[in-house]
């Protein structure tokens, strides 16, 4: 199965900071990977497909870029709704799957 | 607007089965692939299963050994999880999540859709 090592696991930032928050895939996964949010409680949120194009009504202070196999997410301007856990996704070979998430919180 | 409401699941004996179903609203469900995604109490998310629009091409996953099988009813917009001789580590959150298909061999379906999840306990 493909792995993907995301990171950090954990990150602390203030309200206006800009984050960002990377997925690297054991082998070439072309743009094929996905992020979503997930806040305590409720269903993950889909944000980003096809390593940078945002979902409809996706705020774009989200964004996604993809060099290689690394993938990365950036939050800009970070607001109390963005601190949340978030997870990266491969859907290039099945089984897709899931980086083990990186929880964002407020410092 | 696009709802999928999950339902079937609760606490289990190990060894038993259950079926758990989502039924789906809001877009025309016979159009779009589908996923079972569960979370684990430790928050890692599983792939489980997809399956075509039409029911007749499924992923599935390999550790699972067979015990899980996905299936749909287009007529009733509902789609299934077939869960069978239960064991403790299958205890999740089980989410069914819509899927987009990226024209391909093989097609990918990536998801952009959630239910709001169904929790699975597996105890004696």
């Known amino acids: 199965d493909i792995q993907m090592t995301q990171s950090p696991s954990s990150l602390s930032a203030s309200l206006g900071d800009r984050v960002t928050i990377t997925c690297r895939a054991s082998q070439d996964i072309r743009n094929y990977v996905a992020w979503f949010q997930q806040k305590p409680g409720e269903a993950p949120r889909s944000l980003i497909y096809?390593?940078?194009t945002l979902h409809n009504g996706v705020p774009s202070k989200f964004s996604g870029s993809r060099s290689g196999t690394d993938f990365t997410l950036t939050i800009s301007s970070l607001q109390p709704e963005d601190f949340a856990t978030y997870y990266c996704q491969q859907y290039h070979i099945y089984p897709y799957t899931f980086g083990q998430g990186t929880k964002l919180d407020i410092k | 607007q696009v709802q999928l409401v999950e339902s079937g699941g609760g606490v289990v004996q190990p060894g038993k089965s259950l079926r758990l179903s989502c039924v789906a609203s809001g877009f025309s469900f016979s159009d779009y692939p589908m996923h079972w995604v569960r979370q684990t109490p430790g928050k890692e998310m599983e792939c489980l299963s997809a399956v075509s629009y039409d029911g007749k091409r499924q992923f599935n996953v390999d550790f699972l050994k067979g015990r899980f099988t996905i299936s749909r009813d287009n007529s009733k917009n509902t789609l299934y999880l077939q869960i069978d001789s239960l064991r403790v580590e299958d205890t999740a959150m089980y989410y069914c999540a819509r899927g987009r298909v990226v024209i391909g061999t093989p097609p990918r379906y990536y998801i952009d859709y959630w239910g709001q999840g169904v929790l699975v306990t597996v105890s004696s």
């Open positions: 096809a390593a940078s």
